[in-house]
């Protein structure tokens, strides 16, 4: 599995956007971009999912350039509701098995 | 749709005791996880099942912890005996087969170990 590398932590205020950058170097041909979301007391929640250039759904956009080694989350006018760990996961789909492992996550602290 | 249920949610135990976790995953959904979160930190994978069969068991403490799914469909975790260190969320989810990205969680279990 493509090791993930990300900020431990981003701070910022309501109506601002918030961009999480995560880095996999080896991510490989097969592999895909997920992005999970934690709020305390409950268990992740999935949010965004690509394979290259654009995505994006009611709750955020996904950018990855076209080497795929980075990948860019980003939350539009966040609220305090927003804050929530975010973590980013490479899962491939070389094999069948479907592992899905989570590293340490990028806790973002939503401010009034 | 329901989602992914667990119980109980909360358990307090002392250390050495056993204890069971209890997933009942989303109807059809062919892949079930279970991970452990300790305070701070992101789920780790403890056992994956496909169906029945066990996928992924590696970072299971097997000398302690066991699991099982039966008839493909609900899942047990066991921890006997539990230690301090046990102390932790764990979380069940699943995912339909196919699919590259979404799995479900529950609200997990927590358990303290005293």
């Known amino acids: 599995l493509a090791k993930t590398t990300q900020p431990i932590s981003m701070d910022s205020y309501e109506g601002q956007e918030v961009n999480i950058t995560c880095s996999h170097n080896?991510?490989?041909?097969?592999?895909?971009i997920t992005w999970y979301q934690q709020f305390p007391s409950q268990g992740p929640r999935f949010i965004i999912q690509g394979y290259k250039t654009k995505v994006t759904n009611e709750v955020a956009s996904l950018f990855i350039p076209a080497d795929r080694k980075s990948s860019t989350l980003s939350l539009p006018r966040v609220s305090l509701s927003d804050t929530a760990v975010y973590y980013c996961l490479v899962r491939t789909t070389e094999t069948n098995d479907y592992k899905l492992s989570f590293g340490a996550g990028t806790t973002v602290t939503v401010r009034a | 749709e329901a989602g992914v249920a667990q119980s109980p949610r909360y358990k307090i135990i002392e250390k050495r005791q056993s204890v069971a976790f209890w997933c009942n995953p989303i109807?059809?959904?062919?892949?079930l996880y279970w991970y452990q979160q300790i305070l701070g930190q992101g789920p780790k994978l403890l056992i994956q099942?496909?169906?029945?069969?066990?996928?992924?068991d590696s970072q299971l403490p097997k000398d302690r912890f066991s699991a099982e799914r039966l008839k493909g469909v609900d899942s047990t975790l066991k921890i006997q005996p539990a230690k301090l260190e046990d102390s932790a969320v764990y979380l069940c989810?699943?995912?339909?087969?196919?699919?590259?990205?979404?799995?479900?969680f529950g609200q997990g279990t927590r358990l303290t170990v005293v």
């Open positions: 109807s059809g959904h062919a892949t």
């Open positions: 989810a699943s995912s339909p087969t196919g699919t590259r990205g979404e799995a479900f």
């Open positions: 099942f496909q169906n029945n069969g066990v996928v992924d």
């Open positions: 080896n991510i490989a041909t097969n592999d895909y």
